[in-house]
């Protein structure tokens, strides 16, 4: 059996002040694309299908356009994520399961798996976590109040099916921090209610975990003696510059009737590779060092002691995908600490603002500015107003 496994879609996100619209729907269009040329029967989502409890209206468009899509060619299996809304993701889920869209967004689904045929005969039952949120959840599972905690008791429901089954292939579709993860700045902290995250080990017994909620693609390590695979599909699109050497994708997973389960890694469109570029400059605007990255999404952190003027407009000429520029003088005079600020009461004019000249420019006022300042300041103590 053929299976997509992917996460993290952010619908409605920015990168920095961008939409990232536009770059969502062309991965959309590519995912349905691919699948129907693959002939994938099945398409798992591990949540954080949006980046908002409410999200834009041109993204619930989008979503559905996603679902009508996909659907038309094989099965979806959907739970949400910490960044979604599960009881707005989850509304019409028993109307959509008759059309081959099945969302498992509720607590009492967990024990309820999607049973699903391959064109091959392979027989795989498929079960839903959604995220569970320790101080929300612990009652109702009664379990302990961590992440930990929630998450083994929610395996002991899909344990509790699965040992009536006798031989399957079984799947779990979960959103969570597991441990030995290498996350990123564009998640969202899972801490708020209990320890962060929870071992791989909770899954033993499963075939297959599809996990969403870390960015990058990368599989968990399970203790020695368990043969289940955990695996994050990553986000499909990059949302941070700490996401910069992640390779975006989404994974194509191969379940046979018995054996070792396969998986791949398949590159995603990405609107343009994320590049930092650092040095002073004039080095920047002329270097053809630099050259490589005229096409990319650049972040530009300028060394130059003394901060330049126009910064933004000259390198937008260069890179006209410019996203970021941060300033981290070399040889400046570099921040103060509050105790080294100056004392308004006592410092005279010129002095104070040199010293604000000095913090926005991380360099010294030149005497020129200086002359200029301090005739500033005497027209204003004679007269009352600047000149």
């Known amino acids: ?42 398409v798992v989502i591990a949540g954080d299908i949006y980046d908002r409890a409410v999200p834009p209206a041109e993204s619930v468009q989008l979503f559905d356009r996603a679902l009508i899509g996909l659907s038309s060619v094989c099965q979806v299996f959907i739970t949400p994520g910490n960044h979604d809304s599960a009881v707005r993701l989850g509304f019409g889920r028993d109307l959509m399961s008759a059309n081959g869209v099945h969302i498992r967004s509720t607590i009492s689904e967990i024990g309820t798996p999607l049973e699903i045929t391959g064109r091959d005969g392979v027989e795989l039952v498929v079960y839903g976590i959604p995220y569970l949120q320790p101080e929300v959840v612990c009652t109702e599972l009664e379990s302990e109040r961590t992440h930990a ?79 289940t695979i955990v695996k994050y599909s990553g986000s499909p699109l990059p949302y941070s510059y700490s996401e910069e050497n992640h390779q975006k994708s989404v994974t194509l997973v191969q379940i046979s009737q018995s054996g070792p389960i396969s998986y791949e890694n398949i590159v995603t469109p990405v609107p343009g590779p994320l590049v930092t570029i650092t040095g002073e400059l004039d080095a920047l605007l002329a270097d053809p060092i630099f050259g490589g990255a005229e096409g990319s999404w650049v972040r530009a952190i300028v060394i130059d002691p003394v901060r330049q003027e126009r910064s933004w407009e000259r390198l937008i000429h260069r890179f006209p995908h410019l996203k970021q520029i941060e300033f981290h003088p070399q040889g400046g005079l570099g921040a103060r600490s509050i105790h080294e600020r100056l004392d308004p009461q006592n410092t005279p004019a010129i002095d104070i603002t040199a010293g604000f000249v000095g913090h926005v420019t991380s360099g010294h006022i030149s005497d020129p500015q200086r002359s200029l300042v301090q005739e500033a300041i005497e027209h204003v103590n004679l007269n009352g107003a600047a000149p």
């Open 1 to 42: 059996m053929k299976i997509l496994h992917t996460s993290d879609w952010h619908l409605g996100r920015t990168f920095l002040s961008e939409s990232m619209h536009t770059h969502q729907e062309t991965f959309i269009d590519w995912l349905v694309a691919y699948v129907a040329e693959q002939k994938v029967e099945l």
């Open 149 to 227: 905690g929630v998450l083994t008791a929610a395996m002991a429901k899909v344990r509790s099916d699965l040992v009536l089954r006798g031989v399957v292939r079984s799947m779990v579709v979960s959103h969570a921090f597991i441990t030995g993860g290498s996350g990123s700045e564009s998640e969202r902290s899972l801490e708020i209610g209990g320890i962060g995250d929870a071992p791989s080990s909770i899954f033993t017994g499963v075939d297959y975990t599809a996990m969403g909620h870390l960015h990058g693609a990368q599989v968990i390590s399970s203790p020695e003696d368990s043969a």
